[in-house]
């Protein structure tokens, strides 16, 4: 039955496989403690924590986790990296001290719930890191608002001019080409059109009928 202390062991090892953004394994064998402190504190600026561990407690902690597959690299002498932050850096930096200390040797590594092989983990190292390729695509933004930005001020231009060569254009017409169309004098209109007629034959009807009157007086 385990005992206190490595259950405790077990539950530290758990947490810490569960917030990582990825575990490196190596082995760290002939490695003297001076050395791997030294390798412990450079890990640091990675946001990597750099622990020698007992594979069986280990296996437990990864199987606790729900990473039974990580049992395959915990053969021998293990030390595991932690990464809190970026994996390629951390993974340079390890493979940049494997070459002071060659007795460190990155057997794998488990990110992004996949099992990776030594083949795979080394190859980590070659890969740019996240500032490198925040930077490019940062710079790739920036180029595209750029081109963006001038396509706009071109546009704008040639519109402006547009609207100023066509302004030219009004001001060059003469006056008397727009006035041409108008007419000068309007036609009398005869006055007989202006009034009402009135018919000729009512008026001898009444002169008529005054004479009969006369007449019968």
Do not use: C, H, W
Not at 35 to 53: D, M, P
Not at 57 to 82: C, K, N, T, Y
Not at 93 to 121: D, R
Not at 133 to 141: F, P, R, T
């Amino acid at each position: 039955m385990p005992n206190q202390t490595k259950i405790e062991r077990v539950a530290d090892l758990k947490e810490q496989i569960e917030g990582s953004q990825a575990l490196l394994l190596t082995e760290y064998r002939g490695l003297t403690v001076s050395e791997i402190t030294e390798l412990r504190r450079s890990l640091r600026e990675s946001e990597t924590r750099f622990a020698v561990v007992k594979n069986t407690l280990m296996q437990r902690a990864a199987a606790d986790a729900g990473m039974e597959d990580l049992a395959a690299l915990l053969v021998g002498p293990s030390a595991i990296a932690f990464v809190d932050g970026d994996p390629v850096a951390a993974a340079k930096q390890i493979k940049a001290a494997s070459k002071l200390y060659p007795s460190l040797v990155l057997k794998g590594a488990f990110m992004e719930g996949k099992v990776l092989s030594a083949e795979e983990a080394n190859g980590l190292a070659d890969l740019e890191s996240r500032e490198v390729m925040l930077s490019k695509i940062a710079g790739l933004m920036k180029g595209e608002m750029s081109r963006a930005a001038s396509m706009l001020v071109t546009i704008q231009s040639r519109f402006l001019a547009t609207l100023e060569a066509y302004k030219e254009k009004l001001d060059a017409v003469p006056a008397a080409a727009v006035d041409a169309d108008v007419p000068e004098v309007v036609p009398d209109v005869p006055e007989e059109a202006l009034t009402e007629e009135t018919p000729a034959a009512e008026a001898p009807a009444e002169e008529e009928e005054q004479s009969d009157g006369e007449a019968d007086a």
